[in-house]
């Protein structure tokens, strides 16, 4: 089979490249690189996709495999539930920063501790995106987002919170790794971490999380082509990208 065979066969998960989110929104590059994995792994007929609230909601649409739709924040428990009924399926969750972060941060520290064996994945843009820009648990210090008109505060908002390196202490986690989408060496990392993520869920070895930056331009109130340079800048100090836990 040549490469450009092997690109088609991987990516026909995905429906369409039509999609309802912002230009320069970096989901839909997360979003095709899962796929793209789902497909070559041979986990087509396995896969059942938990996704949370967010603009990503609009995803299950255009991917061509199972998908439960869960409460804000509830997912790890949902995929909990099936990962528990189906052990044969392979089970990963899609949030964002505010559904797993803000609204289900008790929900995704359990699973982990549980040592639940699913793949949750996390795409963090430091912002609620589909609700209307305002502050996250994410949203870093400085960042002006429509309820952070002045920028994030630590005396007034508080920290942010780095869900990576929180799963990663915990006994039951396995494999934690965090990744952007900006650069093309930054989507070729994700897709390897993803990779071992999945990995370590079809070995049975444990909880696992992928934390992947994505940029939100239209809430970052910048042009799309900016997009991965405030990214670059602002959240990759906050987030620095690598394997945190294996």
């Known amino acids: ?52 609230i967010g603009c990503y909601t609009a995803f ?11 409460l804000h924040g509830r997912a790890p ?14 089970v990963f969750t899609m949030q964002g920063d ?30 609620f995106g589909e609700t209307g820009g305002h502050m996250t648990a994410t949203t ?14 630590r005396e007034r908002h508080g920290n942010p919170i780095r869900i990576a390196e929180l ?3 915990l006994d039951g986690s396995a494999y934690v790794a965090r990744a952007a989408v900006h650069t093309p060496s930054g989507i070729k990392l994700a897709r390897q971490y993803l990779h071992d993520a999945f990995r370590t869920q079809l070995d049975g070895k444990g909880f696992s999380l992928v934390e992947i930056l994505t940029m939100c331009p239209t809430d970052w109130f910048v042009p799309p082509d900016q997009g991965p340079a405030f990214l670059e800048r602002n959240l990759v100090p906050i987030y620095p990208l690598g394997v945190i836990k294996h």
């Open 1 to 52: 089979m040549s490469h450009l065979e092997k690109v088609f066969e991987t990516t026909d998960l995905l429906l369409r490249t039509e999609h309802s989110l912002c230009p320069g929104c970096g989901e839909p590059v997360a979003l095709r690189t899962i796929l793209e994995l789902i497909g070559e792994l041979g986990l087509r007929e396995r896969t059942i996709c938990v996704a949370g």
């Open 167 to 169: 799963i990663a202490q």
């Open 140 to 153: 870093v210090l400085g960042q002006h987002t429509k309820t952070t008109i002045g920028g994030r505060d």
């Open 77 to 90: 428990s949902v995929a909990t539930g099936v990962k528990r009924v189906r052990p044969d399926a392979f």
């Open 60 to 70: 299950p649409m255009i991917m061509d495999v199972d998908v439960l739709q869960a």
């Open 98 to 127: 505010g559904d797993m972060v803000s609204e289900g941060l008790q929900e995704v520290l359990h699973a982990a501790a549980r040592g639940e064996k699913f793949t949750a994945v996390v795409f963090n843009n430091a912002v």
